[in-house]
């Protein structure tokens, strides 16, 4: 992918791993907008000189605005990334977890859905373009404390699968984006094994740089997760993450 002279629409962007990346994607030459719901860091970004559109991925009407905004400001818009997600703690002894999964999967994979239908129809007439969607690590090997995140990331992998053979042909490109755990908002202080942020987009746009792009971007550390189950892995590491679940509240103090 010509990392240059793209014009880019990062939906989530407004913080962490999207907002690196629009700064990557401008120091590389192309034109960025995010899009986010908060207002200050909208309003932060507008200082930087990154465009900004107002949008809620929960909300359909707020989708459609974003869209129709965006595209009258960016009628050469080539790339759309689809970012935002939420990661929630669940215990699902408690049926009360049941609203924290409705969250998740309405921002997750609903929202990712949203945005994806938005913008489908103009960049098919185009007759070129690209999507990227963003998973996780934790959608090839999920982290048990969280398992509507890991559920909701499967699911993008699959839909973003799907939607890469139904435009085949239409010159729309689908790229998948599988992070691993990276130091954003305090992370390095939850995980230490965090991969830094830095070198984390480093790594990203390296890889998006290379011809032909790769379908999937895997930095090296979440190949592991990636490739858990072929490399015969995975029961073990699922069980070793299962140890994660004493931070569940209920679970504290428990033997």
Same mark, same amino acid.
């Given at each position: 992918?010509?990392?240059?002279? *793209?014009?880019?629409l990062?939906v989530?962007?407004?913080?962490?791993?999207? *907002?690196e990346?629009?700064?990557?994607?401008?120091?590389?030459?192309?034109?960025?907008?995010?899009?986010?719901?908060?207002p200050?860091?909208?309003?932060?970004?507008?200082?930087?000189?990154?465009?900004?559109?107002?949008?809620?991925?929960?909300?359909?009407?707020?989708?459609?605005?974003? =869209?129709?905004?965006?595209?009258?400001? /960016?009628?050469?818009l080539?790339?759309?990334?689809?970012?935002?997600?939420?990661?929630?703690?669940?215990?699902?002894?408690?049926?009360a977890?049941?609203?924290?999964?409705?969250?998740?999967?309405?921002?997750?994979?609903?929202?990712?859905?949203?945005?994806?239908?938005?913008?489908? #129809?103009?960049?098919?007439?185009?007759?070129?373009?690209?999507?990227?969607?963003?998973?996780?690590?934790?959608?090839?090997?999920?982290? #048990?404390?969280?398992?509507? /995140?890991?559920?909701?990331?499967?699911?993008?992998?699959? /839909?973003?699968?799907?939607l =890469?053979?139904?435009?085949?042909?239409?010159?729309?490109d689908?790229?998948?984006?599988? #992070?691993?755990?990276?130091?954003?908002?305090? @992370?390095?202080?939850?995980?230490?094994?965090?991969?830094?942020?830095?070198?984390?987009?480093?790594?990203?746009?390296?890889?998006?740089?290379t011809?032909?792009?790769?379908?999937?971007?895997?930095v090296?550390?979440?190949?592991?997760? =990636?490739?858990?189950? =072929?490399?015969?892995?995975?029961?073990?590491?699922?069980?070793?993450?299962?140890?994660?679940?004493?931070?569940l509240?209920? *679970? @504290?103090g428990? *033997?």
């Amino acid at each position: 992918m010509d990392l240059s002279n *793209r014009t880019v629409l990062i939906v989530g962007g407004t913080s962490g791993i999207g *907002r690196e990346l629009a700064r990557r994607f401008v120091a590389a030459g192309s034109t960025v907008a995010v899009g986010g719901r908060s207002p200050q860091a909208l309003s932060e970004l507008a200082e930087e000189g990154f465009g900004t559109i107002s949008i809620d991925v929960t909300d359909s009407a707020s989708v459609a605005s974003a =869209r129709d905004a965006a595209l009258a400001r /960016y009628p050469d818009l080539d790339t759309v990334v689809t970012m935002s997600g939420v990661m929630l703690l669940e215990d699902l002894r408690d049926p009360a977890h049941f609203e924290a999964a409705e969250t998740t999967i309405d921002t997750n994979l609903l929202g990712t859905i949203r945005v994806i239908d938005a913008f489908t #129809p103009h960049l098919v007439q185009r007759g070129a373009g690209t999507f990227i969607t963003v998973t996780s690590g934790i959608a090839f090997l999920p982290f #048990p404390p969280m398992p509507t /995140y890991a559920a909701s990331k499967a699911a993008v992998h699959a /839909y973003s699968e799907a939607l =890469r053979a139904q435009l085949d042909g239409t010159g729309v490109d689908v790229v998948e984006l599988v #992070p691993p755990a990276v130091a954003t908002a305090g @992370q390095e202080k939850v995980n230490p094994h965090a991969l830094p942020l830095d070198d984390f987009a480093t790594e990203v746009m390296d890889l998006l740089g290379t011809e032909p792009t790769p379908r999937e971007i895997l930095v090296d550390r979440v190949r592991v997760h =990636r490739w858990a189950e =072929r490399d015969g892995a995975y029961d073990e590491l699922v069980a070793q993450r299962s140890q994660a679940l004493a931070m569940l509240p209920s *679970r @504290q103090g428990q *033997r």
